[in-house]
């Protein structure tokens, strides 16, 4: 049987994604119980990062942790892929002595060419076209404090990156409106776009997007591999920091996320992401509980 993958929300069904993110919250409460999992006991799962992390990194090996696994962290200085050895042959070879393989990489082709050689589940850890294990934790926080998300409007306030891609697809996963707002020049992918047909719309205007909004989410203006972008994006991004007015325009209960790291002052100011509808240290924290619901769903199917 071929293994089950996780590149994008939409190698899970609208029905599984939701299963993964209820038994997401059984094992956040579980674990607050001492009522830890041995699913990964005598297992490995190899951590392949050729991008630094911190969130990432640290929820996935602190998960394995508590399901009773141990993991073996890879840096590109690390093994033969960064001597350019195949990213076929390091699946094949990986797949012989790992359970679980987990990729965080730039060109999102890597991840894929890992998930096609391995005989192991692949999960993708980010990727410059998405980010799925973020918005699993971002689905998880929304569902635990305002309930089932079908029907609402989210904002996206920013650069059309890889977040936003995953958030685009979990709006036509999950039956809810998308409003992307990014300067001109910097919107999602075009054919993403023409997917997610009536889940998504596009528009310049950060105040239009947040407008009636039930989560207002941004990101950093600069993802990493852009740093040397940042004083033009500083210029084009002008007027899309979320600020008290743009959270004012949104409903009454908006929530504000921001998957981190945040710079006060450049896509938020200091009042909103350290203000009471901020809900940024829940959504860090539900990485852990969303990634082991995660693994633990790949590894039992």
């Known amino acids: 049987m071929s293994p089950r993958h996780f590149l994008s929300l939409m190698d899970l069904s609208p029905a599984e994604i939701r299963q ?11 674990l607050s ?29 602190t998960g394995i942790t508590h399901l009773g696994g141990s993991t073996i962290f890879l840096a590109p200085s690390d093994s033969q892929l960064g001597r350019g050895e195949p990213v076929a042959d390091t699946a094949r070879v990986l797949s012989r002595m790992a359970s679980l393989i987990i990729m965080r990489t730039g060109e999102h082709e890597r991840v894929a060419e890992m998930a096609r ?44 990156n890889n977040v936003c891609h995953s958030w685009m697809n979990a709006a036509r996963q999950l039956d809810f409106r998308l409003v992307v707002a990014t ?44 740093e040397e972008e940042k004083n033009a994006r500083l210029r084009d991004f002008e007027g899309f920091c979320v600020t008290p007015g743009i959270m004012a325009a949104a409903n009454r209960e908006a929530l504000f996320m921001h998957c981190l790291p945040a710079y006060r002052g450049m896509e938020v100011t200091a009042d909103v992401i350290d203000g009471p ?25």
């Not at 001492?34 to 006991?41: K, N, V």
Request: proline share 4%.
């Open 117 to 160: 050689h391995a005989a192991v589940p692949v999960i993708n850890g980010l990727s410059d076209f998405n980010h799925p294990c973020q918005l699993l934790a971002d689905l998880q926080t929304w569902q635990e404090h305002r309930g089932d998300f079908s029907g609402c409007r989210a904002a996206w306030i920013g650069d059309g």
């Open 277 to 301: 509808q901020s809900v940024v240290w829940d959504e860090a924290e539900n990485r852990l509980h969303a990634q082991k619901a995660l693994m633990e769903f790949l590894l039992t199917r």
């Open 33 to 61: 119980e001492g009522r830890p999992s041995d699913l990964l006991r005598h297992r490995t799962v190899v951590m392949v990062f050729e991008k630094s992390s911190t969130r990432t990194r640290v929820s996935f090996e």
């Open 183 to 226: 300067p001109a020049g910097y919107e999602p992918d075009r054919d993403l776009v023409a997917a997610c047909g009536s889940h998504v719309t596009l528009t310049h205007d950060p105040a239009e997007a947040a407008s009636g909004a039930d989560v207002v989410v941004t990101d950093t203006w600069a993802s990493m591999g852009q």
């Open 20 to 30: 993964v993110l209820d038994r997401a919250t059984r094992m956040k409460r579980e």
